[in-house]
């Protein structure tokens, strides 16, 4: 069975770059066809598709993130990464890591690690 796990810090200073990391076991991250996703719920909102990185290599992002958002992977540690730079208050949110068979869709999910951004 895949699980996913993230991990990164807790507690983020304005202006600073977040960075986390999800590592995969149970699975590869580079079969075939899989994407491998960043998703983050806000306090009291929804959840939210930051973007993703294809068994390829290739990259998706959402168009409201794509110019602070870098997603890469280390296909020897079977890990992918989230940066987002610049990041400030309203970036305070559980971030979760995922797998799915298509863009959208997620069949496996990390259990999400809260990230605070805050002087």
């Known amino acids: 069975q895949v699980q996913l796990q993230e991990s990164g810090p807790g507690l983020v200073k304005p202006s600073q770059t977040l960075s986390l990391t999800c590592t995969v076991s149970?699975?590869?991250?580079?079969?075939?066809?899989?994407?491998w996703s960043w998703i983050r719920q806000p306090p009291g909102k929804g959840l939210e598709w930051m973007g993703a990185i294809a068994y390829s290599g290739s990259t998706y992002y959402s168009p409201s993130l794509k110019i602070r958002t870098s997603i890469s992977r280390d296909t020897s540690k079977n890990q992918f990464t989230l940066q987002l730079s610049s990041v400030t208050p309203e970036v305070t949110a559980v971030y979760y890591c995922?797998?799915?068979?298509?863009?959208?869709?997620?069949?496996?999910w990390g259990q999400g690690t809260q990230v605070t951004v805050s002087s």
């Open positions: 149970g699975g590869s991250i580079t079969t075939n066809y899989y994407f």
């Open positions: 995922a797998r799915g068979p298509v863009l959208g869709s997620n069949d496996y």
